[in-house]
Nanobody, 127 residues
Framework: QVQLGESGGGSVQAGGSLRLSCSAS????????MGWFRRAPGKEREGIAF???????RYSDSVKGRFTISRDNAKNTLYLEMNSLQPDDTAMYYC?????????????????????WGQGTQVTVSS
């Protein structure tokens, strides 16, 4: 079964940067979409960044212009570069992937069901 594992979280002051990684086991990165989600205390889970099998990307308005999603198929790793971090970015961050294997445009990714999830990595941003 596919397994995902996040790393790179930590504590940083506002304005700082972090790079999250998501390593996949038994995964060829041929699935339709992969994405990063986050859940802050008392809030619902939010999809913030997506990358499609076509390599196109999509971002939520809350992180657009500050975060960058990318992947390295050879290393079976997904990345999230986070810049200009704000206290509102404090959350548990999860990577996820769809089970379906097909070529899709990135615009489709936010609407798909995600079948595989990592355990999460904590990001804390202080003022």
């Amino acid at each position: 079964q596919v397994q995902l594992g996040e790393s790179g979280g930590g504590s940083v002051q506002a304005g700082g940067s972090l790079r999250l990684s998501c390593s996949a086991s038994g995964y060829t990165f041929s699935r339709a979409c992969m994405g990063w989600f986050r859940r802050a205390p008392g809030k619902e889970r939010e999809g913030i960044a997506f990358i499609a099998s076509t390599i196109g990307t999509r971002y939520s308005d809350s992180v657009k212009g500050r975060f960058t999603i990318s992947r390295d198929n050879a290393k079976n790793t997904l990345y999230l570069e986070m810049n200009s971090l704000q206290p509102d970015d404090t959350a548990m961050y999860y990577c996820a992937a769809t089970d379906q294997r097909q070529w899709v445009w990135a615009s489709v990714c936010p609407s798909l069901e995600y079948d595989y999830w990592g355990q999460g990595t904590q990001v804390t941003v202080s003022s």
